[in-house]
């Protein structure tokens, strides 16, 4: 089972931007799906972003236009990009993978599941 390892976030202030990196090991990375999603407090897990293996994306609709999903097949690592970031975008920031190379906007298609991190927006 691919483990994942999340970094990158922190505490900024409105406009400022973030780059998260998830570090993938324990399987083929170019073969996954990989996507972002994010846990407010208090909240459900929401997606944000996805990538499949052969670099289609999608967006959630409270980040298209400000965030950017990539991925470095080399360095088996999925980043995003956060740009012009809202207090509202403050949450904790996750990655998971998907199988066969696409992805799912629902967050219990998954069962693996980085720590997180934490991304902290101040107004």
């Known amino acids: 089972q691919v483990q994942l390892v999340e970094s990158g976030g922190g505490l900024v202030q409105a406009g400022d931007s973030l780059r998260l990196s998830c570090a993938a090991s324990?399987?083929?990375?170019?073969?996954?799906?990989m996507v972002w999603f994010r846990q407010a407090r208090g909240k459900g897990r929401v997606f944000v972003a996805g990538?499949?293996?052969?670099?289609?994306?999608r967006y959630g609709d409270s980040v298209k236009g400000r965030f950017t999903i990539s991925r470095d097949n080399a360095k088996n690592t999925v980043y995003l990009q956060m740009n012009s970031l809202k207090p509202e975008d403050t949450a904790i920031y996750s990655c998971?993978?998907?199988?066969?190379?696409?992805?799912?906007?629902?967050?219990?298609?998954?069962?693996?599941w980085g720590q997180g991190t934490q991304v902290s927006v101040s107004s």
């Open positions: 990538i499949t293996s052969g670099g289609g994306t």
């Open positions: 324990g399987g083929i990375f170019s073969t996954y799906g």
């Open positions: 998971a993978a998907q199988r066969g190379g696409y992805f799912s906007t629902s967050d219990y298609a998954y069962d693996a």
